[in-house]
């Protein structure tokens, strides 16, 4: 996906028409819309996540400007800002929130627990007291949780299968996220059973990715787990970059992670997931209650492998991945 793409796709996701005077007539709700994306037109996931959003509440009747009104709030990863822009949504009394993420999900509930929130891109929100449990979530927040711990294992299984050289691995996590080491922790558990030692790095903010690489490439035989949080959303390219330069291989969750220029990526296809969240805010607005709503959880994860980035780090793909790969970029 080039520049031109991204901006028009962008514009189509975002831009609000006119209201005509029939259309003034229908009312009109308002969407708080919070997200750690940056709002910048190429970044891929604020445009992709919103694309997708915007799309299935089209799908279900649903038209910015027309019968909804959306206010989009693109706060980047800083958490002061995050905490920020979730007060003055609150304040701006929506009929529903869309959050995006476990730290803005977090700042929101600190502001409202009575107006409906619903969420995406959260890991653990049962363990980290965002609803009381996946099937009652009682409160004012459901959502789509993104349920990678069952999964994280496997990341670094095949990470040795692409890159059987490897002798130890770093768990790329953002500082202090609960959600995260619990991720980092099931990758350690994975690395034991293969004989690989982990190491953890802790990033705070895009410079610590240099750190953290820089320092663990120093060493041969080494290969990455790094986990999607908002800091690696808003600099994916810089990560593909540090991979690149100090020739590690490196495995990641969603899809967009290995299209984008990433080795190999295993998990859940995380813009369906914000289609699937507009079901979540259509029910809302017809006036059901998300505490009674269940969060969803997704049953599917993909597996893409780039050929073109294993080639550019002088690796082979082997047949068992790519005979089971969902998805093969040449």
Do not use: C
């Not at 980290?128 to 069952?150: D, I, K, M, Y």
């Not at 996220?177 to 991720?183: E, N």
């Not at 922790?185 to 994975?190: C, G, K, L, Q, R």
């Not at 240099?210 to 390219?237: K, M, Q, W, Y």
């Amino acid at each position: 996906m080039n520049r031109r793409d991204l901006v028009l796709l962008a514009g189509a996701a975002i831009l609000t028409p006119r209201l005509s005077p029939a259309q003034q007539a229908e009312r009109v709700r308002r969407i708080g819309y919070l997200t750690p994306a940056t709002g910048a037109p190429e970044n891929i996931f604020g445009v992709l996540q919103t694309r997708a959003l915007v799309d299935g509440l089209r799908e279900l009747g649903w038209f910015d400007g027309r019968n909804i009104a959306i206010e989009h709030r693109f706060s980047g990863d800083g958490r002061d800002r995050i905490r920020a822009n979730a007060k003055e949504l609150v304040a701006l009394n929506p009929d529903v929130i869309m959050s995006v993420g476990g730290s803005v999900l977090a700042a929101l509930l600190a502001e409202t627990r009575t107006i409906p929130i619903v969420f995406a891109n959260v890991n653990d929100p049962v363990g980290s007291g965002f609803v009381a449990s996946l099937a009652r979530p009682g409160g004012n927040a459901t959502g789509v949780a993104v349920s990678e711990a069952p999964i994280a294992g496997k990341w670094l299984e095949l990470l040795k299968e692409i890159a059987p050289q490897i002798t130890h691995a770093k768990v790329l996590m953002e500082a202090e996220a609960p959600p995260q080491q619990l991720l980092a922790n099931a990758v350690a558990t994975a690395g034991a059973a293969l004989g690989l030692q982990i190491a953890t790095g802790q990033v705070r903010e895009a410079a610590d990715y240099d750190r953290e690489i820089e320092a663990f490439a120093r060493e041969p035989d080494g290969g990455l787990v790094a986990l999607s949080n908002t800091i690696i959303a808003n600099n994916v390219e810089k990560v593909h970059a540090l991979a690149a330069r100090h020739r590690l291989p490196a495995v990641y969750s969603y899809p967009v992670y290995a299209r984008t220029g990433g080795l190999l990526s295993y998990g859940a296809d995380n813009f369906a997931l914000f289609h699937e969240a507009a079901r979540y805010i259509d029910q809302i607005l017809r006036g059901a209650k998300p505490g009674d709503l269940p969060v969803q959880q997704p049953t599917r994860f993909l597996l893409v492998v780039s050929l073109k980035t294993a080639k550019a780090l002088g690796l082979t793909v082997p047949q068992s991945i790519l005979a089971r790969a969902d998805e093969v970029i040449e």
